[in-house]
Structure formats: structure tokens, C-alpha cells
């Protein structure tokens, strides 16, 4: 059975604004085969669960409707893993410099033992 | 609640238009084409004294100049003898919401208060939409912010999670929405429903809020260098970086400096493309909105654009994903600045570009933005390859937008390509003709107009015209 949550609880509300045959003519045939879709987070005004339409008072003070798509959304964009293309950038480019010799500036000696 | 179809809101635009931005734009018009445009921005009331006053009450601008000593190292490694130009950087990323934006968003938000409007709203997916949600919480108004945020299968594009994140964090509403143009239709929906500010990124407020970083260039550039920049470098989008920081420029005396539009080639992606959506590894700066943009301003989210980058570009250049990526490792690793990359396209280019110039000379990137969690480099190759594009070390001419990122191996390798501008100058002429309203004729105001719109003469104008005439006669 789905959770049921309570009424001025964060969530985020889903909704379809326009369905496939309803999108402008001028865009590209992939975007064209699916809807135009609305996400918007705001207080719950009534309690409700998970899957159902409910109506959300935004931070801004409007009332939105749609389906409740996530209790509390969380933020899940990062960074991943550090990318090896970019990891030896700055010891190349510090090696540039100390080659360059005295007329380098800032390049310390500390440095200098770096491959 | 979106209420009205689409047809009867896209209808009912005129309307709305006038109602969220307080401008009468027909007032301004002087010819089929021809409008005001130095009215238009006058008529803001805001000179650049009490641009500053307004954007210094809430900490925006006095950003620091610094000069990248190391990077310009690099550069002279590999330049010929007696060339490379001192690099420095505009560092925008000081700014209360990390980005240069607040600039642009400071006036908006001004004017909406002076107005009496209870709120704003603005159509952005990148740091705009954090600057006016900065500036909006400082003014006690309600902020909206509607973004093109994720595709089909719900991926949301990392750089703008981070700015749902902070429009949040700054106590804004956010409207996300999946790939399309029609967010149009959801922008005007909500502006009619609200009755807010149309805080667009291209009013006549919008603009004018740039013009102190062009003019803060030129004093600080010549008080630690004792000489005007030579040259100023701006990653373009949609323009107003371009127009606003060149204005600001030339009101600071800066007559001669050259003025250099970067983006960042994403040819080959469309712009409209579910599919294509987040295979673009950048959100802004690039040629998506650029060429578009400066081909035809006025494709804008009010009647006329305030920014008309075609009138203050000297050089219009690109760079390639990889080089920006590089350039900006560089940056952190070299100069102890980690920015974000998308304003570090103007870096790459100058890093190509200082090499043509002598030693003496000072070129200056006119902005940098705040990087983190999705804006990095890491978050986006690391998308970029889970879509199966490919990352490797090579020559960055090999790069292919939404196939392959090629990531130098030799700083050597960073160079621009040149967009032709007198094709772009024959485009927007293209466009101009286009959009004339069905068997209106060019007045001699309109050639006068269109000459300053290209930078060109009306022998120009009127001989192109023809050209097109001709063409499609």
C-alpha cells in the first residue's frame, strides 16, 4: 500500500502540458512524438499518496495540480567520478612551464620534482 | 494552473507581453523595421552611475580583474618571440549569485519594484534564473523561474539540477519542464496567471545592468595596466553579454578595443531535439543560441530585442567542447581558479587568440561563473559518456558535438575558427526581410536602421537586399 503523506509535506507534482499531437509544428519529429511535460515543487494542501492528483501551494504562492511523483525530492546531480581525460592536465601543462625555464613566472621548485 | 489552449495564449501574446513588461514597444518604432533602439534603452532611466548605486546595494559588480600570469606563460611557451598578449580575467563568479547575471537580473528586479509589480518571472535554464531568484529574495518579491530541464526519459540535464537546486535555495518557484519551445506557451500562461514582471533576459533593463562590467574593464584595466584592454573577450549565447559589456566599454572611452564573441560549436545538435538535449555537455555560450541569436535578435521573449550583438561584435569566433574543458582544468590547476566552463569559452579563445597579439598588449575574458556539483566538467563528461559519447585525448578539431569530446593533448592545439560575419550580416538581412509584415516596403529609415544593425553601410544593406530579392524573386 503506498504511503500515505501528510498534508504540507515538500513534494514534487508531474503533469503532461502537451500531449504528442498537440506540439507546435515547427519542432523536430523526436521531440514531437512525446509530451511536453511539467514538473513544479510545492507544499501539499491536502493529504494524499504517492500516484495520486493532488494540488501543491508553490513557493510563490500559486496552487498547481498533477500527480505526486516524489515525497521530499532529493537533489541527486554530482560530479561522478573524477574523469582521467582531464587528470593530467595540470602536470603537462606545469611541465610546459618549467621547460620554459627562470622567465616562467610563479613556478615554484617545489614543483619541479613533478614528472 | 495552465489555463487557455495553446493557440489561444500564443494569441493572446501582444497582450501579455505589454502587461509584464511595462513597455510600449510600438512607440518606439520608426519605420516597417527601424525602432529607437538608443530611446529604448535610455528611456530605462538607468545611466551607468545609477546602475552602479543599484547594483552595489546588493553587492553586485566591483568584481576583481586578475591577470592569469601563469596561463599567459603558456601562452608565450608556445607563441613566437615578442607575441602573447597579457591575459586577464573579468572575475564575475564574485557576484552574490556566482555570475555575471546579476547584473542583468539586479535592474530587473528594480524595475519590477519601482513598478509595483508583487513579482517576476523569468524563462531561463542557466544562472539567470539564480540571479533573479538572488535579487528577488533581497526585494521581498515573489520569483518564478520556468526551465527546459530534463527529456523524455527524465534525465535531467546536470548544470540545470544545480540551478533548480538554487532558484530553490533562494526560496523561488521553479517550472520544469521537458524539451520543446512551447515552454513558451507555459512562460505566458504563468505571466498572465500572476500578473508578474517579465524579468526576460533581453529587455532594455536586462541590457543596460551589463553595461558597468564592460565599463569596470576598461578602469581597472587601465589602472593595473595603464592602457585600455586591447581586446575583450565574452562567451555569447543569446547576446546581451556582447551588446551590454561593448556599450559599457565604449561609455568608458574604450572606443578602439576590439570586441570578440566566443561560442562554444555545437554544430550539427538541435537546439528543439529531445534527443539531442543532453548530448550538448554545455547549457549555454554556445552556437545553439548564438548563431540564431545574432542572425535574428528579435526572435526574443519581448517585441524587440535590447541585446543586438551584430552591432558591437569586431570578431565572432568558435571553440570546440574539448578546449573549453581543457582550458578550464587549466585555469583551476594554473591559476588556483576553479569557474565554471561555460564561461570559460571566452578563456580558450583567448588563450588562441593572445598568441596573435604582441607581448605588450592586454586581453581581457570578461567573465567567469561558479562551478560545483553538475556544472563541473566532471559531472558533465561523466553524462556525457553514460550517452555513449565519446571522451578522449587528440586533436580538438577531431571533436564532433554529440558523438565525440576531444580533449587536447598540447595546449598548442587551442586555436578558434572564425565565423565569417559578412554570411551572418547576409542572414540577419535575411531574416529582417522575412519578417516584414505582408507587403510592407523598406523605407529609407529602415535601410538607415538595418546599416546599424550590420555594422554596415545602406550601399551594403540596399545592395544585399536586392541580392535576397533577386534570389527568392
Given at each position: 500500500?503506498?504511503?500515505?503523506?501528510?498534508?504540507?509535506?515538500?513534494?514534487?507534482?508531474?503533469?503532461?502540458?502537451?500531449?504528442?499531437?498537440?506540439?507546435?509544428?515547427?519542432?523536430?519529429?523526436?521531440?514531437?512524438?512525446?509530451?511536453?511535460?511539467?514538473?513544479?515543487?510545492?507544499?501539499?494542501?491536502?493529504?494524499?499518496?504517492?500516484?495520486?492528483?493532488?494540488?501543491?501551494?508553490?513557493?510563490?504562492?500559486?496552487?498547481?495540480?498533477?500527480?505526486?511523483?516524489?515525497?521530499?525530492?532529493?537533489?541527486?546531480?554530482?560530479?561522478?567520478?573524477?574523469?582521467?581525460?582531464?587528470?593530467?592536465?595540470?602536470?603537462?601543462?606545469?611541465?610546459?612551464?618549467?621547460?620554459?625555464?627562470?622567465?616562467?613566472?610563479?613556478?615554484?621548485?617545489?614543483?619541479?620534482?613533478?614528472? | 494552473?495552465?489555463?487557455?489552449?495553446?493557440?489561444?495564449?500564443?494569441?493572446?501574446?501582444?497582450?501579455?507581453?505589454?502587461?509584464?513588461?511595462?513597455?510600449?514597444?510600438?512607440?518606439?518604432?520608426?519605420?516597417?523595421?527601424?525602432?529607437?533602439?538608443?530611446?529604448?534603452?535610455?528611456?530605462?532611466?538607468?545611466?551607468?552611475?545609477?546602475?552602479?548605486?543599484?547594483?552595489?546595494?546588493?553587492?553586485?559588480?566591483?568584481?576583481?580583474?586578475?591577470?592569469?600570469?601563469?596561463?599567459?606563460?603558456?601562452?608565450?611557451?608556445?607563441?613566437?618571440?615578442?607575441?602573447?598578449?597579457?591575459?586577464?580575467?573579468?572575475?564575475?563568479?564574485?557576484?552574490?549569485?556566482?555570475?555575471?547575471?546579476?547584473?542583468?537580473?539586479?535592474?530587473?528586479?528594480?524595475?519590477?519594484?519601482?513598478?509595483?509589480?508583487?513579482?517576476?518571472?523569468?524563462?531561463?535554464?542557466?544562472?539567470?534564473?539564480?540571479?533573479?531568484?538572488?535579487?528577488?529574495?533581497?526585494?521581498?518579491?515573489?520569483?518564478?523561474?520556468?526551465?527546459?530541464?530534463?527529456?523524455?526519459?527524465?534525465?535531467?540535464?546536470?548544470?540545470?539540477?544545480?540551478?533548480?537546486?538554487?532558484?530553490?535555495?533562494?526560496?523561488?518557484?521553479?517550472?520544469?519542464?521537458?524539451?520543446?519551445?512551447?515552454?513558451?506557451?507555459?512562460?505566458?500562461?504563468?505571466?498572465?496567471?500572476?500578473?508578474?514582471?517579465?524579468?526576460?533576459?533581453?529587455?532594455?533593463?536586462?541590457?543596460?545592468?551589463?553595461?558597468?562590467?564592460?565599463?569596470?574593464?576598461?578602469?581597472?584595466?587601465?589602472?593595473?595596466?595603464?592602457?585600455?584592454?586591447?581586446?575583450?573577450?565574452?562567451?555569447?549565447?543569446?547576446?546581451?553579454?556582447?551588446?551590454?559589456?561593448?556599450?559599457?566599454?565604449?561609455?568608458?572611452?574604450?572606443?578602439?578595443?576590439?570586441?570578440?564573441?566566443?561560442?562554444?560549436?555545437?554544430?550539427?545538435?538541435?537546439?528543439?531535439?529531445?534527443?539531442?538535449?543532453?548530448?550538448?555537455?554545455?547549457?549555454?555560450?554556445?552556437?545553439?543560441?548564438?548563431?540564431?541569436?545574432?542572425?535574428?535578435?528579435?526572435?526574443?521573449?519581448?517585441?524587440?530585442?535590447?541585446?543586438?550583438?551584430?552591432?558591437?561584435?569586431?570578431?565572432?569566433?568558435?571553440?570546440?567542447?574539448?578546449?573549453?574543458?581543457?582550458?578550464?582544468?587549466?585555469?583551476?590547476?594554473?591559476?588556483?581558479?576553479?569557474?565554471?566552463?561555460?564561461?570559460?569559452?571566452?578563456?580558450?579563445?583567448?588563450?588562441?587568440?593572445?598568441?596573435?597579439?604582441?607581448?605588450?598588449?592586454?586581453?581581457v575574458v570578461q567573465e567567469t561563473e561558479y562551478t560545483g556539483a553538475g556544472k563541473h566538467p566532471i559531472a558533465q563528461l561523466?553524462?556525457?559518456?553514460?550517452?555513449?559519447?565519446?571522451?578522449?585525448?587528440?586533436?580538438?578539431?577531431?571533436?564532433?558535438?554529440?558523438?565525440?569530446?576531444?580533449?587536447?593533448?598540447?595546449?598548442?592545439?587551442?586555436?578558434?575558427?572564425?565565423?565569417?560575419?559578412?554570411?551572418?550580416?547576409?542572414?540577419?538581412?535575411?531574416?529582417?526581410?522575412?519578417?516584414?509584415?505582408?507587403?510592407?516596403?523598406?523605407?529609407?529609415?529602415?535601410?538607415?536602421?538595418?546599416?546599424?544593425?550590420?555594422?554596415?553601410?545602406?550601399?551594403?544593406?540596399?545592395?544585399?537586399?536586392?541580392?535576397?530579392?533577386?534570389?527568392?524573386?
Open positions: 500500500m503506498a504511503e500515505r503523506i501528510a498534508g504540507g509535506t515538500w513534494v514534487e507534482i508531474h503533469r503532461v502540458v502537451l500531449h504528442p499531437g498537440e506540439r507546435a509544428p515547427q519542432i523536430p519529429d523526436d521531440t514531437k512524438a512525446v509530451p511536453l511535460e511539467m514538473r513544479v515543487k510545492g507544499f501539499l494542501v491536502e493529504p494524499t499518496t504517492l500516484g495520486e492528483e493532488a494540488t501543491i501551494i508553490t513557493p510563490a504562492g500559486r496552487r498547481v495540480c498533477g500527480t505526486v511523483i516524489e515525497k521530499n525530492p532529493a537533489y541527486t546531480h554530482g560530479f561522478g567520478a573524477p574523469v582521467p581525460e582531464l587528470s593530467g592536465i595540470g602536470q603537462e601543462v606545469r611541465a610546459i612551464l618549467r621547460k620554459r625555464g627562470p622567465k616562467a613566472p610563479l613556478l615554484t621548485k617545489e614543483r619541479s620534482g613533478e614528472v | 494552473m495552465i489555463e487557455g489552449s495553446y493557440a489561444t495564449i500564443i494569441a493572446e501574446r501582444p497582450e501579455i507581453m505589454r502587461a509584464s513588461v511595462g513597455i510600449d514597444y510600438e512607440k518606439y518604432m520608426t519605420g516597417v523595421s527601424a525602432f529607437d533602439y538608443e530611446r529604448l534603452l535610455a528611456d530605462t532611466g538607468y545611466d551607468i552611475d545609477t546602475t552602479r548605486a543599484v547594483q552595489s546595494a546588493t553587492a553586485v559588480g566591483n568584481t576583481p580583474l586578475v591577470e592569469l600570469h601563469n596561463i599567459t606563460a603558456l601562452v608565450r611557451s608556445i607563441a613566437q618571440p615578442g607575441k602573447g598578449a597579457r591575459i586577464f580575467v573579468k572575475d564575475e563568479a564574485a557576484n552574490p549569485s556566482g555570475s555575471f547575471k546579476d547584473r542583468r537580473a539586479s535592474l530587473s528586479v528594480h524595475a519590477a519594484t519601482k513598478r509595483g509589480y508583487a513579482g517576476v518571472v523569468a524563462a531561463t535554464s542557466g544562472n539567470y534564473g539564480a540571479a533573479v531568484a538572488s535579487q528577488a529574495a533581497k526585494a521581498g518579491l515573489r520569483c518564478i523561474v520556468v526551465q527546459e530541464a530534463f527529456d523524455s526519459y527524465g534525465i535531467a540535464q546536470p548544470e540545470i539540477e544545480e540551478k533548480t537546486r538554487a532558484c530553490e535555495a533562494y526560496g523561488a518557484e521553479v517550472i520544469r519542464l521537458s524539451v520543446g519551445p512551447e515552454l513558451f506557451y507555459v512562460f505566458l500562461s504563468v505571466l498572465k496567471e500572476t500578473g508578474y514582471f517579465n524579468a526576460s533576459l533581453y529587455t532594455p533593463y536586462s541590457i543596460v545592468g551589463i553595461e558597468t562590467l564592460g565599463h569596470e574593464i576598461a578602469l581597472q584595466a587601465q589602472q593595473q595596466t595603464g592602457r585600455l584592454p586591447d581586446v575583450v573577450i565574452a562567451t555569447h549565447a543569446g547576446g546581451g553579454n556582447v551588446t551590454g559589456t561593448a556599450r559599457g566599454l565604449r561609455k568608458a572611452g574604450a572606443t578602439d578595443t576590439t570586441v570578440i564573441a566566443a561560442s562554444v560549436d555545437l554544430s550539427g545538435l538541435h537546439m528543439a531535439s529531445d534527443h539531442d538535449f543532453n548530448r550538448k555537455s554545455f547549457t549555454t555560450g554556445h552556437t545553439g543560441f548564438s548563431m540564431p541569436f545574432t542572425t535574428w535578435p528579435d526572435r526574443a521573449d519581448v517585441p524587440r530585442n535590447a541585446a543586438r550583438p551584430l552591432r558591437y561584435m569586431d570578431r565572432f569566433v568558435t571553440v570546440t567542447q574539448g578546449e573549453v574543458f581543457y582550458i578550464t582544468q587549466v585555469l583551476a590547476e594554473l591559476e588556483g581558479l576553479e569557474r565554471g566552463s561555460a564561461g570559460n569559452t571566452s578563456l580558450a579563445a583567448a588563450f588562441a587568440i593572445a598568441q596573435e597579439l604582441d607581448d605588450n598588449r592586454v586581453v561523466n553524462l556525457a559518456k553514460l550517452l555513449g559519447i565519446e571522451v578522449w585525448r587528440g586533436d580538438p578539431r577531431d571533436n564532433k558535438p554529440g558523438q565525440r569530446i576531444v580533449i587536447p593533448e598540447h595546449p598548442s592545439q587551442i586555436a578558434v575558427v572564425d565565423i565569417d560575419l559578412d554570411r551572418v550580416r547576409r542572414l540577419y538581412l535575411r531574416h529582417a526581410i522575412e519578417s516584414l509584415p505582408g507587403g510592407a516596403a523598406l523605407k529609407d529609415i529602415d535601410i538607415e536602421f538595418l546599416a546599424a544593425e550590420t555594422r554596415t553601410s545602406r550601399g551594403y544593406v540596399q545592395e544585399s537586399i536586392d541580392e535576397l530579392r533577386g534570389k527568392t524573386g
